[in-house]
């Protein structure tokens, strides 16, 4: 098949927000640290009426409706998500909801997980189906969802909450160039969530930013010397539009540009005038470990990386900055924003993408970008998400409000197991989504005084 990748998208994510100027001053951290130091705007959550199932719901009811897509066209769908909801059984079954009312029960794919990479490797399987044998001519489709939490404390002003979904087949206009892939993948423990009765991680904040960038500079190696192979020339960003990257807040996607800046330095790489090159040079004798530990290097890089960084990160940066970090569904929201900012002027470019998840697994991959045709082209899909509405359509909560919420959401999390029941009782009954979701709706309710 050809130019196999994303031919539609769609977005959900919570209209409950907190600002982080506000919460940062209940915190009681000092001015600036969540909104520059953090570089982050605002956080979308979950109340306690909403989750990872009925946000990738809406997200895929939503995508087969705006874009006329018949439920039985779906082959394939495959669900990225690191929100535990039941051991066993897949988020992916939850929406079979939708496409059983349709007749159609012939769809592979389950869930992936692994931290934040659950839906790069869901997409993955779904465009190599595609470009398989074992394809049978319909649709893919990918769902992106998570809500992020984190324990009071440091981590906590990185959450938010997604779910993203994406129609894949041939002739898309965003087009994967997949032979541009490089990975890291490796055993740490610098993020994990071994307590099942909680949604809150256990984060080792700084080594997980050290192992973000190590992986970046591995991927961006990999990456380079596939391209170098097949185009026979050497890969510098210039030959990159922009870039997207995993977004756990936006601090970290400034330190990754600069990082790769500062690669391809190291590399003699085109892309690094000679102003910037004299201000690197003390910098190019130092080892690997002792560059990630150099904040002289991480101030340098950034500032000469800064200019390149409005023009080809900027325009990525809106949603993760509003919404916050939504695991699995970050990148792809980052995406969003670039889609949503420069949707009319994309045809023809490269943009390469990032995604990271602890524990580690990691890979850096490109999109060659075309304009399409309605309804799946580049200007349409930026119409369909409507970033702009959802975002002012929020309604901000206080920090007290946010913080009581999460204690709720602590409660039922215990609970867990009845929302599965309540989804089964419903299907062998027959009953229909909109009935399921309320009944749902008043389980939820219910444990607010449980
Ligand atoms: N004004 C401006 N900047 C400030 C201020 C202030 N008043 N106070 C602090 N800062 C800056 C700091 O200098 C630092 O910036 P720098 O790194 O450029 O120096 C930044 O704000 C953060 O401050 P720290 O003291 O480093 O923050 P802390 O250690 O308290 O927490 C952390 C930050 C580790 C990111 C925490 O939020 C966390 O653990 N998050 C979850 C883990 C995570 O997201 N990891 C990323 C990859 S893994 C994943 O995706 C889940």
Redesign the pocket.
């Known amino acids: 098949q050809k130019d196999v990748g994303i031919l539609a998208m769609e977005m959900y994510f919570p209209p409950t927000c907190v600002q982080q100027e506000a919460l940062e001053a209940h915190d009681g ?5 969540y909104t ?3 570089g982050q705007d605002c956080m979308a959550f979950c109340s306690e009426l909403e989750d990872v199932i009925s946000m990738s719901l809406t997200a895929v009811s939503s995508l087969l409706e705006k874009y006329k897509i018949d439920p039985k066209q779906i082959g394939r769908l495959e669900v990225g998500s690191e929100t535990v909801i039941d051991k066993s059984k897949s988020i992916k079954t939850f929406l079979m909801t939708i496409f059983e009312e349709c007749d159609n029960t012939d769809i592979e794919g389950v869930d992936s997980t692994n ?2 990479y659950g839906g790069t490797a869901a997409l993955f399987n779904v465009v190599n189906w595609v470009e398989s044998n074992s394809w049978d001519g319909r649709y893919g489709l990918v769902v992106c969802t998570d809500s ?1 939490v ?1 324990a009071e404390g ?5 959450g938010g909450a997604a779910a993203i979904a994406m129609l894949i087949g041939p002739d898309a206009p965003i087009a994967f160039e997949s032979k541009y892939r490089g990975s890291h993948m490796s055993h740490v423990y ?2 994990y969530k071994p307590n099942l009765a909680s949604e809150y ?1 256990v ?1 080792d ?2 080594l ?2 050290t ?2 960038l190590m992986a970046l500079d591995s991927c961006y190696k990999r990456f380079c010397a596939k391209y170098e192979k097949c185009q026979g020339k050497q890969f510098s960003m210039d030959d990159a539009d922009y870039f997207v990257f ?1 977004s ?2 936006n ?2 996607v400034q ?1 990754s540009f600069a990082r790769l800046y500062f690669m391809d330095f190291l590399r003699n790489a085109s892309s690094v005038d000679e102003a910037s090159k004299e201000k690197l040079a003390p910098f190019a004798a130092l080892s690997g470990e002792e560059s990630y530990a150099s ?1 002289d290097l ?1 101030k340098t890089s950034q500032t000469v990386a800064k200019n390149l960084y409005a023009e080809k990160v900027g325009p990525t940066t809106l949603l993760p900055k509003q919404v916050g ?1 939504m ?1 699995t569904a ?1 990148l792809y929201a980052a995406f969003a924003s670039l889609l949503h900012n420069k949707n009319s002027s994309l045809g023809g470019k490269r943009v390469i993408m990032f995604s ?3 524990g580690l697994s990691s890979t850096m991959f490109s999109f060659r970008m075309r304009e399409g045709s309605h309804p799946f082209s580049l200007s349409n899909i930026a119409t369909v998400m409507d970033v702009a509405h959802k975002l002012e359509s929020r309604h901000e909560v206080t920090p007290e409000k946010f913080v009581e919420t999460m204690q709720l959401m602590e409660h039922s999390v215990k609970s867990e197991g009845v929302v599965a029941k309540i989804f089964r009782v419903s299907f062998l009954s027959g009953v229909l989504i909109s009935e399921v979701m309320e009944l749902y709706t008043k389980w939820v309710r219910r444990n607010k005084d449980y």
């Open positions: 951290a000092s001015k600036g640290k520059i130091g953090l931290a934040c992020a984190y440091p981590a906590r002003p990185t610098d993020f991680p984060v904040g700084k997980s930013q192992c973000y995993h756990p807040y601090k970290l330190k904040r991480e970090n695991y970050s990271y998840g602890s």
